[in-house]
């Protein structure tokens, strides 16, 4: 009797001792946080906290110190005391500038992401082509007039408009699949800088949640949910560069807010031929907190462009002094676009560790863009214009399960999700025309209607400081194409199912460091085109790969990253909308290592930099001629953000490529560059007074170069050399904001 009672007191002994400590954690105003970060010092033991601010964090003892931190606010220490249990605590964090000691390395798949955020707070995106340069490694160039979707460099790869590369915005996806000019055709300037609150990011194909196109990345942007106040700014500067900005803060509520955004952007660019750029962008916002836990939210935003480009022009046009570097060949290029958007987004909580969330989405897209990259090589006598084509429908719906069961030796939590995406697009046309309006012949023409319906699980087993993540998706896809310049009714069909399993292994023995290997296996689609032409071979090509590297908080106020990493391509064989034919270039082999450094000298001074190094090669042809074409094999990105000294904020910010090759045997060079830009703002009460100078110190370099084969309308005969769009010269703006 007296064993059992000894047992009993043990156990009753051991419970007090460690026991859940829950809680909820809020800023000024009683506002909920959400993904606060919870770690106990003692233990090593974290967790975060949900949408209603809410937490529980196992295995606690009395005396043990958790802290709580989350960017944006001043991290809190709190010391757990027996009558921490017997109720939940509330925890109130103050705002506080964004600083490198609020992060917190804990064993999660995306902390890279954390890193990024702090470069986003410290230099906040001033233009859309910034967008995308906030990712790491990621290198961008825009070639014809500003309208069009922007080029993409990472990873050693030429993604063009985003073929291994999957965007989205809020959870809805950006890439267009079968897009009349490329496949993964990724059109971004739907996003109003200003409206940019978060941007998540992971490199390689290691996240069950993103499916096609996600071979060398992801980045998933979240825009702002509320306010903190309303804002008119004005810009202006060289080349005719006029741009509009206002965000207004309609409703803020404790149950619901609600917000309105829209730009207004033109430009002529340095062009000898105006550009006449000019898009207009609108977004508005509503978010409202339901009975049971609910939140729902309602996007919706469109915005429209029209512009003319002077193209890419060949090199030998400027060295026998037919055209300068801002002339052109043809310069009757140009285009129009537009994107309307919807977009809700609903969350249930269920219980204190599941939870449901379900997003929905249409969107409509139209297309027209006119281009000449060959100049009078197939016709000499009216020239080689190309229009491109499309009227689009893009619908869909993601659901996403998600729980947690925490015991004292393994935390586990699983998220299962199901959706499915459509995409109705009328009459993609590829035509060979003459001045914009008079269709010469029609090279392709015809309906696409495909469909993506998938499936995902993702689980996480948490052993303390080590944590595996296996995973595992399910894609189905089905392509339809209706050929409208066959004779006779000819529509084709094919589909195709594909397994994506990833396996993470995550070790965090402190908030300080953490070590990670990354593994999967992911992919892109090819275009309805090819996949009926074909007759279903090669339609979704497999990408394989893996990341071993780490992460280190040397200081609480110095973060370094690094890793190795390896991705081969079953097939990069994809569909040319500019010609409409297939240039399969077969398997690949890409080897690199990334090195990321964060330091924060000062309060107010904040240094960033990035270098990644590919050796990216063809695996099926011969040595010396399996380079991929234009495929960077080091670029370097980073700058200096000074933020808050005396009412001033501003940054120096470089970037940088190396030369490499434009062909498959490197007899072409697509010429390196290495740009700084610079900005700086003064706040005076309710305004701020912005210069900002693209291209500092006047560098000439070309923005976007390809090894093109081409005839000027005087020549006998073809010449392939590099053609470029030169890279934008020093350009001086400057802007007002009042915040109100």
Not at 319 to 348: M, P, Q, V, W, Y
Not at 655 to 661: L, N, Q, V, W
């Amino acid at each position: 009797m007296k064993r059992i009672l000894l047992i009993g007191l043990l156990l009753c002994f051991g419970i007090a001792q460690s026991q859940s400590l829950k809680g909820k954690v809020v800023g000024l105003n009683n506002n909920p946080l959400e993904n606060v970060a919870v770690f106990d010092r003692t233990s090593g033991n974290h967790t975060h906290t949900d949408t209603s601010g809410k937490f529980s964090l196992e295995n606690v003892k009395e005396n043990d110190i958790i802290s709580f931190s989350i960017l944006g606010f001043a991290t809190y220490e709190y010391t757990v005391t027996a009558a921490s249990f017997s109720e939940p605590i509330n925890i109130t964090l103050n705002e506080a500038a964004v600083s490198l000691e609020q992060v917190t390395i804990t064993p999660e798949v995306n902390t890279l992401s954390q890193i990024v955020a702090v470069d986003l707070k410290t230099a906040p995106v001033k233009s859309s082509q910034e967008i995308l340069r906030k990712v790491p490694g990621l290198i961008i160039g825009q070639h014809a007039g500003g309208g069009k979707a922007e080029q993409i460099f990472l990873r050693g790869f030429d993604i063009d408009h985003g073929t291994d590369i999957n965007l989205s915005v809020d959870g809805m996806p950006v890439n267009m699949v079968s897009h009349a000019h490329g496949q993964g055709y990724s059109d971004l300037h739907f996003v109003i800088p200003e409206t940019i609150d978060e941007i998540s990011f992971g490199k390689g194909p290691y996240n069950a949640e993103y499916g096609d196109f996600a071979t060398a990345g992801y980045v998933a942007f979240k825009t702002l949910d509320k306010l903190d106040k309303s804002s008119v700014s004005v810009e202006y500067g060289q080349f005719d560069a006029f741009r509009t900005v206002g965000l207004f803060n309609l409703l803020d509520t404790k149950k619901s807010n609600a917000y309105v955004a829209a730009s207004l952007n033109t430009f002529n660019g340095p062009f000898d031929s105006p550009q006449n750029f000019n898009r207009f962008n609108m977004m508005a916002k509503y978010n409202l907190k339901l009975p049971d836990n609910q939140k729902l939210q309602l996007t919706a935003s469109h915005f429209q462009s029209k512009w003319d480009a002077s193209g890419q022009i060949p090199q030998r046009a400027i060295d026998d002094g037919s055209i300068g570097r801002f002339g052109a060949i043809d310069d009757t290029e140009g285009g129009n676009t537009s994107r309307t958007n919807l977009l809700i987004n609903h969350s249930k909580l269920l219980s204190e560790n599941k939870k449901l969330e379900t997003r929905a989405y249409y969107s409509h897209y139209d297309f027209e863009l006119f281009s000449n990259f060959t100049f009078f090589l197939e016709d000499p006598i009216n020239g080689d214009q190309i229009a491109q084509r499309e009227d689009r429908n893009i619908l869909g719906f993601q659901t996403e399960f998600s729980d947690k069961i925490n015991s004292e030796t393994l935390d586990f939590k699983y998220t299962a999700g199901i959706g499915v995406r459509y995409d109705d697009v009328n009459d993609v046309e590829l035509s060979h025309t003459k001045n914009r309006y008079e269709i010469l012949d029609r090279i392709a023409f015809g309906n696409v209607d495909q469909i993506n319906s998938f499936a995902f699980l993702n689980t996480e087993f948490g052993f303390g400081d080590f944590k595996i993540n296996p995973a595992v998706r399910l894609d189905y896809f089905k392509f339809d194409y209706e050929n409208k310049l066959s004779p006779t009714y000819d529509n084709r069909s094919e589909s195709k199912v594909f397994a994506s399993p990833k396996l993470n292994f995550i070790y965090s023995p402190n908030r300080d460091f953490q070590l990670f290997l990354k593994t999967g296996i992911g992919f892109h689609s090819n275009d309805t085109r090819v996949v009926v032409a074909n007759g279903g071979e090669d339609i979704l090509p497999a990408a394989y790969g893996a990341d071993l590297g780490g992460i280190y908080k040397l200081t609480d106020n110095l973060i370094f990253n690094t890793a190795l990493w390896a991705l081969f391509l079953e097939q990069e064989f994809v569909y040319v909308g500019d010609a409409g034919i297939v240039e399969p270039s077969g398997k690949t082999r890409r080897l690199g290592v990334d090195f990321g450094l964060r330091y924060e000298a000062l309060d107010w001074l904040y240094f960033y930099g990035d270098a990644n190094y590919t050796y990216a090669r063809s695996t099926e042809e011969p040595k010396g001629e399996d380079y991929i074409p234009l495929a960077p094999d080091f670029t370097s990105t980073g700058g200096i953000a000074v933020e808050n000294l005396a009412n001033f904020s501003g940054g120096l910010n470089y970037r940088y490529i190396k030369d490499r090759a434009a062909n498959e045997d490197k007899s072409i060079i697509a010429e390196g560059y290495f740009v700084t830009d610079f900005n700086i703002n003064y706040t005076f009460r309710n305004l701020v007074f912005g210069i900002a100078i693209e291209n500092l110190f006047d560098t000439e370099w070309n923005e976007t170069q390809f090894a093109t084969e081409s005839r000027l309308f005087d020549e006998p005969a073809p010449v392939e050399e590099i053609h470029f769009t030169p890279g934008t010269p020093f350009f001086l703006r400057g802007k007002v904001t009042v915040n109100f």
